[in-house]
Nanobody, 119 residues
């Protein structure tokens, strides 16, 4: 089993910065991908960023040039560094981890941390 705990959400003004962290614990030996999804009020959950254990990264077009994802395998932690935040970034951000167990992929989710961008 894997437990994911997010932190770092809060209220920030447009143009500001915020950093999110997600720590994985439990059976973490076979984590292949870690990343972030977000869900705004009245909208579907969407992928924001992810990083593979090989170092490959993905960023949604809406956040390219503003967000950066990184991973510390030794600490089992993934980070999302958000800059130049816009009101459209307001959402609950969820940490995601993908594990390869018995040659099958398994998804785990955190509880989410809210981010509000408002003046």
């Amino acid at each position: 089993q894997v437990q994911l705990v997010e932190s770092g959400g809060g209220l920030v003004q447009p143009g500001g910065s915020l950093s999110l962290s997600c720590v994985a614990s439990g059976t973490i030996f076979n984590i292949t991908d870690m990343g972030w999804y977000r869900q705004a009020p009245g909208k579907q959950r969407e992928p924001v960023a992810s990083i593979r254990n090989t170092g490959y990264t993905y960023l949604a077009d809406s956040v390219k040039g503003r967000f950066t994802i990184s991973r510390d395998n030794a600490k089992n932690t993934v980070y999302l560094d958000m800059n130049k935040l816009e009101p459209q970034d307001t959402a609950v951000y969820y940490c995601n981890a993908v594990l390869l167990i018995s040659n099958r992929l398994h998804n785990y989710w955190g509880q989410g941390t809210p981010v509000t961008v408002s003046s």
